[in-house]
């Protein structure tokens, strides 16, 4: 015991601890001092708002921000001014309280002079999920509508833009909707309607997957498909609740918000 405590006590332990000690501080301080100088730790800059901005006029505002900017898509917005911001990640400080730190790369899609067209795919004869998924992949919407029919349940009868059956090779413009006419084998059966109000679009489509009913959405302030997906939605046509029941197939439109 006598041995341990002179031991704890001799200059040669002390000298050890005291060396410990100042190489463990001379870490951590180096550390924190690493990260604030290389990280900017504590910086905050407020995104800009860059919606409606010209691409002329975008070198000299980020510049004057601190910040950078990548464009990394094209989307035709009908109306929309061309040859600006119709999209920006990060979202600007104002509407998401959000901030980020010198150099940072706000990544935006920008609304081409012209239209970007694409080619409609024949979907006729596949399953409803495999049409949508096609139509979707290439830039195309939606919307189906059902017909009753003895043979082929789920699978598209016909394609419809505007109205209109889809000619062989028939481009359009990127974000176009096409209409599906999809079979169903219970003409004349009804399903119940559930109220859709308050839920964002991704939850209606998920709760109407298994009542025969189509979802038709209209969202004014979304500019992509993941903003419409998360969009909640206000009203709806026809009305649902409890107890509501209408004709399977039938297409339930509704009006959301980002």
């Known amino acids: 015991m ?13 000298y050890n601890v005291i060396a410990i000690i100042i190489v463990w501080a001379v870490v951590v301080f180096g550390t924190l001092s690493y990260l604030k100088s290389h990280t900017n ?16 006029d975008l070198p000299d505002l980020m510049k004057s921000k601190q910040l950078a900017y990548e464009v990394v898509d094209s989307v035709y917005i009908d109306g929309w001014p061309k040859g600006t911001v119709c999209w920006q990640y990060p979202r600007p400080t104002d509407s998401t309280s959000e901030y980020v730190k010198t150099g940072r790369i706000i990544q935006v899609s ?13 979907v006729i004869d596949k399953s409803k999920r495999m049409a949508e998924s096609q139509l979707e992949s290439i830039g195309l919407r939606t919307k189906i509508s059902y017909k009753a029919s003895n043979e082929g349940a789920g699978y598209v009868m016909n394609q419809l ?55 038709h959405p209209e969202c004014p302030n979304c500019v992509n498909e993941n903003e419409i997906g998360s969009a909640i939605i206000k009203s709806q046509s026809p009305r649902g609740g409890e107890g509501i029941l209408i004709a399977a197939g039938s297409t339930v439109t509704v009006w959301a918000e980002k």
């Open 2 to 14: 006598r041995k341990i405590l002179n031991f704890l006590f001799s200059k040669r332990f002390v």
């Open 41 to 56: 730790y504590g910086e905050k800059l407020e995104v800009p708002s860059l919606y409606k901005i010209h691409t002329d």
């Open 110 to 122: 920008i609304v081409p002079y012209k239209p970007k067209m694409v080619k409609v795919p024949n």
């Open 161 to 215: 833009v505007n109205n209109k059956p889809i000619r062989s090779g028939m481009s359009v413009v990127k974000g176009t909707v096409v209409q599906l006419v999809v079979a169903k084998g219970n003409g004349g059966a009804a399903t119940a309607l559930p109220n859709l109000v308050g839920m964002t679009i991704n939850e209606a489509r998920s709760r109407l997957l298994n009542l025969t009913l189509s979802l």
